[in-house]
DNA sequence: CTGAAAGCGCTTACAG
DNA sequence: CTGAAAGCGCTTACAG
C-alpha cells in the first residue's frame, strides 16, 4: 500500500493523496472525504522516510543520558535519570514529537549520538547526565545541531557554545546554601559535606552554596569536612566512613540523595543515630527518600518543570529554525522530614526541641 | 554532503561510494582507504532515510509502556517500567539497535503504535504492562509486525495469535506459591491476598498460585481473606483497610511490592506492627524494598534476563526474517529480609524464633 | 572492479 | 481545483 495505490482506488492523483494527507486547503471536501476514506478502509500510513527525504523532519527528538565513569547497566536503576526520562517523553508525545532514548557509557558512545544527528534520525536532543564543558557536545552544538543541555554552567562569555543551545539547571547554589543554612538554623557548626562530581555543575555549585553558607553565618570553612564523592550511593558510604576517621561534625550536607542514603549506612554501621547523633540533609528528593527510616530531609526540585521547560523549548527552536537560547533555573525547596534534628546543648531539653524539627 | 559530494572529491562513483560504507568486498583496499578518508574528514553519514527507503532496516525498535485507568504522567516514578526499559535500551544498544520509547495511556494512543509501524519508524517492539489478550496488540501482531510481549498468558491454541509473538513472563504461579507456601512455613494459617490488576497475567497467575499452596497445606480458601488490588501502592493501603475491617490476618501476600508498601502504611497507621502482629510478603523486589524498615521480604526475578530475552529474540525474529515464537518463563526467587516473621505460639519463644526469621 | 541508470515513496513547484 | 513530472539521497541489478 503506498500513496499510488491509494490514488488509483479513490479515483485521484497521487498529488491529490498527498494533498489531503499533508491536509492543504486547496482540497474540496467531497474529494477529502474521498480519499481520506480509502486511507482508512486501507489502514494507509504514509511512509516515514519517503517524507523524510522530502525535507519533511522527522518528530523525533533524542534523550541523550550520559553516565561515564560507570560499568554497563548502571543506569539500570538510576533513581534520577528514569522519572526524567519518562517526562520527557510524555511531554514530547504531547506535542506529537517521538522520543529516541540513547545511552553514553563510555566517550566513544558519542559516535552514536552524532549518528543519529547527521543521519537525520533525531531534529533535536536533550542531554543529561553531562559533565561541565563537555567537548563533545560542544562540537554538536556549533554544527549547528538543535540541543538542550540539563545542569550546565550559565557562562557570560557571548561567544561560548553553549550559550547557543538551551540550558536547564536547578538552582543549585541556592538550595546548598539553603540546606546549609538549615543545618546552621538547628544550631549545628559542625557541618560536613560530601560533595558530588566535582566535574559538573550540580557537584561544585553546591560545594559552592555550602561555602556560602557558612561564611555568612561566619562559621570557618574546615577542608577536613568535606570529603569527595560522585553522586552515588557508594560514594557516600566510603565518604562517611572517611569522614569520622579525621572528624566528629554533627551534621551532614550530601550532595545528593543517594550518598547521603549510603552516608546514613555507614552512620549505622560505625554506631551514630541519625539525627540523634548525626543530622543529615541530602539534595534531589528522589522517590526512596521518604520511605526510609528516618524519612530523609532533603531539597527538591521539580523534575517535571525541568523536563517541560526542556522539551517545550527544543521543539520550539526546532520548529521555528532559529537558535533559541534560553536558559532556565527551576528553583529549589526544601522538604523537611526526620533526618535532621537540633543540636542538643544539654540532653533536658532534646525532647522538647527535636518536636520542632519533626513537623514536616 | 551527499554521497554525490562525497563521490566527486574521492574521484569515483556514487556506486562505490556505497560500496565503501555497506562494506562490500569487491572494493580494491586502496579505493576504499581513499573513500573512507574522504567521509572521515566530511563527518559524512549518510542519510538514514533515503537507506530506509531502499529497503535498509530502520534498526530501531520500540519499547511500548503500556498504563491504562491511570493518569499521565504516573509511569513518571514508576519503578518498575523504568529499570527494564533501561536495560532494554542497553542490550538493544549493543546489538546496534537504537530504541523509541511510546507510552500508552489510553486506548486510543495505540494509535502512535501502529503509525510508527505502519510507516516503518520501527521493525518491531516490546510491550509492557499489558492487560492480557489485548485486541490492539492481537491486531498489530496479525498484521504481521514482529513483536515481543511482557506478561502475557502462553496459550495452547496453536492459533492463537499471540502464539506468533515472543512471550517473556515471571514464574507467577509458582513464585507465589511459594511465597505463600514461605508464610505457611512460619507456621500462619490466616494468610491474606492482596490481588493484583486481574486484568494481566501476573495479576489472576499470583492469585492461582496462593490458591494452589494453600490447598496443598490443607489450608481452606476464605475469599474474605482476598481484597482486589491493582498494583499500585494507593490500592494496597486501602486494601489492608478493608482486610482489616472483615478479617485479622497473621500474614499478608501482597501481589507485587508497591501493594505491600501501601499495605505496610495502613498497618503502621492501624497500630499493627511488621512483622511481629503482621507478616507481609511483596514480589517484585523493586529497589525501595531493601530500604524500607523493616525491608521488605519478597519474591524476585531478574529483569534484567527479562528485558535481554525479549531484546535478543525480538531482533533475531527481524533480522532472520521468520516468525519466531520463542516463550520464555524466568525464574523467580525468594528474598528473604525482615518483614516476615514465625507466628508465636507463646510470648517466651519469640526472641529465638525471630532470630530464625531474620536472616537475610 | 566500476559506473550509469532505475527506482524506493513521497512532496511540491509548475502548468493548466 | 488537479495532474504530470522532477527530485530528495540512497542502493543495486545490469552492463562492461
Redesign the interface.
Known sequence: MNSKDIAKIAGVSRSTVSRVINNYPNVPPETKEKVLKVIKEY????????R??RGKR?E?IGIVIVDLKRD??K?????Y???F???V??FA?QLGY??????VYKVKDYK?V???F????IDGAIFIGIKNDDPDIKDLIEAGFKIAVVDQEIRDDEEDPFNKSIIVNMDNVNGAYEATKYLIGLGHTEIAHITGDMEKLSGFARLEGYKKALKEAGIPFKSRLVVKGDFVEESGYKAAYKLFKKAKPTAIFASNDQMA?GAMQALEEMGYKVPEDVSIIGFDDI??SR???PALTTMSASL?QMAELAVVNLIKSIEEELGITAKFVVPVKLVERESCKRLNISKEKEDTEYAISMRR
Not at 489502514?43 to 519517503?50: L, M
Not at 517521538?98 to 545511552?103: C, E
Not at 547527521?118 to 534520525?121: A, E, F, Q, R
Open positions: 489502514n494507509y500510513v504514509p511512509h516515514a522516510s519517503a523524510m527525504l522527522s523525533t554497563i547497566h543506569i539500570y536503576d538510576n533513581v535519570f528514569g522519572p526520562t519518562t517526562a517523553i510524555d508525545n517521538k522520543v529516541l532514548v540513547i545511552t552514536k552524532r549518528e543519529v547527521y543521519n537525520k534520525t542514603i522517590t526512596i520511605y526510609l527510616k517535571l
